[in-house]
């Protein structure tokens, strides 16, 4: 009872900012939304810790480098803007979203979708994911993502809200696979980010980070199935909004041995995520325990 009385308090209070940010200007919702996530950084003492331990852990620095304090800060920082933007998706659409996001190479998304088969975006936890499917969307693409169903209903409800605006679809990564690849059978945009360490989910260990990091197959499984390419994508917050960054696609082929195919590209795509979040380590999502589950 007490557990339940607190989240539908966190939901009220949640429901009555999104009010006050629709009534902010974009940028200025934006701007303050980076002074929660900083001031989230000094005030949440345990999430703080476990972000700059898995720096210090993959970048093999002392958690109390000045390098790992400041990256730990523009994590929050960043996830603090997300939300803001994610609560102003209202005030996003097809005449604005070129002046907030530069997608520059979506014609290599138009190149796989030309062969039929549907294109799978593979995108990790960095900078404002959400916004790349509402990027995605709004540029014309029947977009499908695949989420996980959030324990407590009012809050799946209300991001779901701001997931599916301008025309995402959400499907429920606990649901039929069946509509899962009928997507990808009607030629349409499926999204999946799969950076994160799921034990309910089937996977196997990979580096990450040159550790052994259980990752789901999902991705690759699908691809084998259906003939879908791997499309990696990537939105990355720049100085004047983001840039979203489209890699080469990955065409999955099956060599007649299942459990190598798999290993092997997803080794590929788990490698070209990494030098993403290399690139840009101040976006992801540290917070995750990314080696939890053990050998």
């Not at 301008?166 to 009928?182: A, M, P």
């Not at 840039?243 to 007649?256: A, C, D, Q, T």
Request: with cysteine; aromatic share 10%; net charge positive.
């Amino acid at each position: 009872m007490k557990y339940k009385l607190r989240r539908d308090l966190v939901y009220l209070l949640l429901r009555g900012y999104s009010l006050v940010i629709l009534i902010l200007p974009f940028r200025a919702a934006v701007y303050c939304g980076g002074l929660l996530g900083t001031l989230a950084y000094y005030v949440v003492k345990h999430t703080r810790n476990q972000v700059k331990e898995n720096l210090s852990l993959a970048f093999n620095k002392d958690t109390n480098d000045p390098w790992v304090k400041q990256t730990a800060k523009a994590v929050f920082e960043n996830l603090g803007k997300s939300l803001n933007e994610i609560l102003s998706f209202p005030k996003i659409n097809k005449k604005n979203i070129d002046s907030l996001v530069e997608a520059s190479d979506l014609e290599k998304v138009d190149q796989v979708l030309k062969q039929g088969k549907g294109a799978i975006i593979l995108a990790p936890h960095l900078d404002n994911w959400e916004l790349l499917a509402c990027c995605f969307s709004l540029k014309g693409y029947k977009t499908n993502v695949i989420a996980k169903r959030l324990y407590f209903q009012r809050y799946d409800k209300f991001l779901n809200y701001y997931r599916t605006l301008q025309g995402t679809k959400v499907l429920d990564r606990d649901g039929s696979i069946k509509k899962i690849l009928k997507v990808l059978k009607d030629n349409q945009v499926l999204g999946i980010l799969p950076d994160q360490d799921v034990d309910s989910l089937k996977g196997i260990f990979v580096d990450f980070f040159g550790r052994p990091a259980y990752t789901p197959v999902g991705p690759v499984s699908l691809a084998l199935v259906s003939g879908a390419p791997i499309v990696p994508c990537f939105i990355i917050r720049t100085g004047k909004g983001h840039k979203l960054i489209v890699e080469e696609p990955i065409e999955v082929r099956s060599s007649g041995n299942k459990d190598k195919d798999i290993e092997g590209y997803t080794k590929v795509w788990t490698g070209i995520i990494e030098s993403y979040i290399r690139k840009y380590p101040g976006q992801w999502v540290w917070m995750h325990q990314r080696w939890k589950t053990k050998k």
